[in-house]
């Protein structure tokens, strides 16, 4: 698990890989000039929620270790289909669309809701 900050305040924690791709695909969005949102899952309380973070060329995100031991327990759903999706939007921002394995329109999970920078629905 990994806790997510911007602009210096705490916002969530999530799964390691997830907030692996979403740094990522901040990166790409901030070279771009694109901005977007995304919805995450999330531990908090103990259990599962969800975050909603604007992305963009002015994003200030920070990945650090989680330090609340009680959230390392909690089960997030769609950890696969959420990096796969964020990894999707990156090809597509990057035009390597291409390149992607299958048809990437298929890709889509509950936890990352959000209008590609293509103008698509996911």
């Not at 270790?65 to 990156?90: I, K, Q, T, W, Y």
């Amino acid at each position: 698990m990994k806790r997510i900050s911007m602009a210096g305040s705490d916002i969530a924690v999530t799964d390691g890989r997830i907030a692996a791709a979403l740094l990522d695909y901040a990166m790409h969005l901030g070279q771009s000039g694109t901005t977007d949102t995304v919805t995450l899952p999330v531990a908090a309380n103990g259990r599962v929620q969800e975050a909603s973070l604007l992305l963009g060329p002015a994003s200030e995100i920070a990945v650090t270790d989680n330090n609340d031991v009680s959230l390392e327990g909690v089960e997030l759903p769609g950890v696969e289909a959420v990096v796969a999706e964020l990894e999707r939007r990156v090809h597509v921002l990057t035009g390597q669309r291409d390149e992607m394995p299958g048809d990437p329109g298929d890709v889509h999970s509950a936890f990352v809701d959000f209008e590609d920078p293509a103008g698509r629905q996911g």
